[in-house]
T-cell receptor, first 112, second 113 residues
């Protein structure tokens, strides 16, 4: 399978704490993206990091990418109850060019 | 601005019945289009993608098929549904292949009984 894997599968934290999720993948990529999904809804794009970038920030989100380890992490700082959702990483494939492959997701619960 | 529509939102179908899910995109031309299936509590599985009218690529062998009769229309079909076809089906589009982000529709919840 070309899917990635997120770790942990589930994470529960208190409001105000930081949440860190990790993603590992198998193939060469041109970018890695993180998405958020609220229960029963479509996915919303959060942030994209290209294969030649190592770190990227967007508001309370910080993404790192280590292509040598084929891994990425998403950090959400100062979490809020509204951050409760599932988070997925997706890889844009280098060789094929058109497909995206999603990981299995991390379910984040932020307790008020 | 671009928008993506999917319908129906929910669908309950008996085993052996046909299926047609539709996805349309507004506000962009020649998008890449994608169909995904998400099993309960799981990640997304890429089913089909299309880079242009009539061009369909299938990722996994299955009971489903896809068609793109118009530039911004993507249809997922089945002649005879199986129980295992139940799931949450998501349509998405992107510009210029996988170098950019995808934009997802609201999804269709399909239950096959």
């Amino acid at each position: 399978s070309q899917q990635g894997e997120e770790d942990p599968q589930a994470l529960s934290i208190q409001e105000g704490e930081n949440a860190t999720m990790n993603c590992s993948y198998k193939t060469s990529i041109n970018n890695l993206q993180w998405y958020r999904q609220n229960s029963g809804r479509g996915l919303v794009h959060l942030i994209l990091i290209r294969s030649n970038e190592r770190e990227k920030h967007s508001g309370r989100l910080r993404v790192t990418l280590d292509t040598s380890k084929k891994s990425s992490s998403l950090l959400i700082t100062a979490s809020r109850a509204a951050d409760t959702a599932s988070y997925f990483c997706a890889t844009g494939q280098k060789n094929t060019g058109n497909q995206f492959y999603f990981g299995t997701g991390t379910s984040l619960t932020v307790i008020p | 601005s671009q928008t993506i529509h999917q319908w129906p939102a929910t669908l309950v179908q008996p085993v052996g019945s046909p299926l047609s899910l539709e996805c349309t995109v507004e506000g962009t031309s020649n998008p890449n289009l994608y169909w995904y299936r998400q099993a309960a509590g799981r990640g997304l599985q890429l089913l089909f993608y299309s880079v242009g009218i009539g061009q369909i690529s299938s990722e996994v062998p299955q009971n489903l098929s896809a068609s793109r009769p118009q530039d911004r229309q993507f249809i997922l079909s089945s002649k005879k549904l199986l129980l295992s076809d139940s799931g949450f089906y998501l349509c998405a589009w992107s510009v210029f292949s996988s170098y950019n982000e995808q934009f997802f529709g609201p999804g269709t919840r399909l239950t096959v009984l």
